[in-house]
């Protein structure tokens, strides 16, 4: 009747209300501190790889006596490509914290993005090359747009290097540029291994891997596509993956031409 009752306790459905929202809220807390201490295990777990390798591999040097030269030169390398792994990894997760720091960071300028494609795909070429890989570049149209050439420059070389290492031997990798009015639209498209289906809604997730050992082997750490996303969200755009086991994958990037601050 829109009177208040004279003490004005809140009534027993305002109670429940609150209580409600209160647990609501609790919740969000827990899972934000659960996924916390997930990613805090996950990197110990990362970083603790390659130091148990090299532990391992100078234990046993250090155990042998009069160990021959070409020996020691192969656990010598094996140590400086676990060194590599652990640099990467260390290298991955700076740019994750990076990125994870408020959109004010954000250094926009007005960059052509069909020059900064060709960057990209130059610096990826002897890589492609090594592995048999052709990589193409077409440009539908000249973009110009307001983006943090950094951070955009990271997204999609991830994406490229992906498409070059979950590649089938001979296969290739498209990367097209195309724009409307509002938008500008990367497509990286490779003829590669493919993502299972029940794996496609994993992907973004850190430290995530299809096949863990095998992502290790090609120098993978798990954070390449985590950091893709964040770059791309932190543009306001948005990320699509179309992937087919055997056949390849489809990555389709959205970005506005102008960049909206918050
Ligand atoms: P990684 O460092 O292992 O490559 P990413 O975060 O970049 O990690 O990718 C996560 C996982 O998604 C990869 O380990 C791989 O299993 C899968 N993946 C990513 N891109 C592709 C692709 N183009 N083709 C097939 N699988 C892919």
């Known amino acids: 009747n ?17 209580s ?9 807390m827990k899972i934000i501190d659960e996924s916390r201490e997930e990613f805090v295990s ?18 046993s040097l250090n155990g042998q006596e009069d160990v021959p030269v070409e020996l020691y030169k192969e656990f010598m390398l094996d140590i400086g490509n676990e060194i590599d792994r652990e640099t990467k990894i260390i290298n991955d997760l700076l740019s994750l914290v990076k990125m ?4 004010g960071d954000m250094n926009i300028t007005s960059v052509n993005i069909n020059e900064l494609l060709e960057l990209i795909l130059k610096r990826l070429r002897p890589i492609a090359e090594k592995q048999h890989i052709e990589l193409v570049l077409e440009s539908f149209r ?27 031997p001979d296969g290739w990798v498209h990367v097209s540029l195309n724009a409307d009015h509002q938008y500008f639209y990367v497509k990286v498209e490779d003829s590669g291994i493919g993502i299972p ?12 891997r299809v096949d ?22 932190m543009h306001r755009g948005a990320i699509k993956v179309f992937s087919t086991e055997g056949e390849g994958t489809i990555f389709n990037v959205r970005i506005p031409l102008n960049y909206i601050a918050s």
């Open 42 to 59: 996950n990197v110990s777990h990362e970083l603790k790889t390659p130091l148990t390798s090299m532990k391992v591999l100078a234990d």
């Open 100 to 103: 994870d720091r408020s959109a």
């Open 20 to 28: 409600i929202r209160f647990n609501q809220l609790f919740g969000r």
């Open 212 to 233: 863990k050992s095998h992502s290790r082997e090609i120098g993978g750490t798990g954070l390449g596509l985590a950091i893709t996303r964040n770059a791309i969200l």
């Open 2 to 18: 829109g009177y208040k009752t004279e003490l004005d306790v809140p009534s027993y459905l305002e109670t429940q209300n609150i």
């Open 142 to 168: 000249p973009v110009s747009a307001e983006v943090d050439e950094v951070k955009l420059t990271l997204a999609i070389t991830n994406l490229i290097e992906n498409g070059i290492k979950y590649n089938k």
């Open 197 to 208: 289906e029940d794996s496609l809604e994993h992907i973004y997730e850190r430290f995530y």
